[in-house]
């Protein structure tokens, strides 16, 4: 069925980049919202972006000028930039999407996670 890979998690520098991606497969519809959430040890999940179908963006107040959210709706996948990196981005990155995998069915999917790790 749906399943959402993620990739480009690593470790790097404080002040250095990463891109994160993630694709959509499988019997899809159409998709609707594309979000990235991610959760450090001994802390909630947080939203960190959003992205609309239609490309309406939203940032959490910590990545506000540093993040950018963007998709591909050819290629189902959404991305988000990273730069200015931080020892307090370092958490576990999920991609998490509305779907339709029909006409009349929808469903919340998630990613399995990705590790940004942000250390000198």
């Known amino acids: 069925q749906v399943q959402l890979v993620e990739s480009g998690g690593g470790l790097v520098q404080p002040g250095g980049s990463l891109r994160l991606s993630c694709a959509a497969s499988?019997?899809?519809?159409?998709?609707?919202?594309m979000d990235w959430y991610r959760q450090a040890p001994g802390k909630e999940r947080e939203l960190v972006a959003g992205?609309?179908?239609?490309?309406?963006?939203s940032y959490g107040d910590s990545v506000k000028g540093r993040f950018t959210i963007s998709r591909d709706n050819a290629k189902n996948t959404v991305y988000l930039q990273m730069n200015s990196l931080q020892p307090e981005d370092t958490a576990v990155y999920y991609c998490?999407?509305?779907?339709?995998?029909?006409?009349?069915?929808?469903?919340?999917?998630w990613g399995q996670g990705t590790q940004v790790t942000v250390s000198s």
């Open positions: 992205i609309t179908s239609g490309g309406s963006t």
């Open positions: 998490h999407a509305i779907i339709r995998p029909r006409i009349g069915l929808q469903g919340t999917y």
């Open positions: 499988g019997r899809i519809f159409s998709i609707n919202d």
